[in-house]
């Protein structure tokens, strides 16, 4: 049981930065692995990235790897979305998730997610 709070986005330049953090309360943190996904109006939610529960792995959709990094920090009970180069394609509103399983790219995995942070990337 835990509650996701997501902060970080905003309007950018094209071939800009942003970093989101998704900030989560209890004390359990640390035995979910954590996701990001994005949606677009009109569009399904679709996968980012995840970390699993340690940080030691990773995983990206194929269209932001070598862009994004995602990281966690136990310790605060936070996780993060490290976006550079950021593209127009990439404007969204993207959400944080917490997983118990190991299916990460899978929606369907995550039991709790935050509200949502607007991010705009203009041409």
């Known amino acids: 049981q835990v509650q996701l709070v997501e902060s970080g986005g905003g309007l950018v330049q094209a071939g800009g930065s942003l970093r989101l953090s998704c900030a989560a309360s209890?004390?359990?943190?640390?035995?979910?692995?954590m996701g990001w996904f994005r949606q677009a109006p009109g569009n399904e939610r679709e996968f980012v990235a995840a970390?699993?529960?340690?940080?030691?792995?990773?995983y990206y959709t194929g269209s932001v790897k070598g862009r994004f990094t995602i990281s966690r920090d136990n310790a605060k009970n936070t996780v993060y979305l490290q976006m550079n180069s950021l593209k127009p394609e990439d404007t969204a509103v993207y959400y944080c998730?917490?997983?118990?399983?190991?299916?990460?790219?899978?929606?369907?995995?995550?039991?709790?997610w935050g509200q949502g942070t607007q991010v705009t990337v203009s041409s």
């Open positions: 209890g004390r359990t943190f640390s035995s979910y692995a």
């Open positions: 998730a917490a997983s118990p399983g190991v299916h990460l790219i899978a929606a369907t995995t995550y039991l709790y």
């Open positions: 970390i699993n529960r340690t940080g030691g792995s990773t």
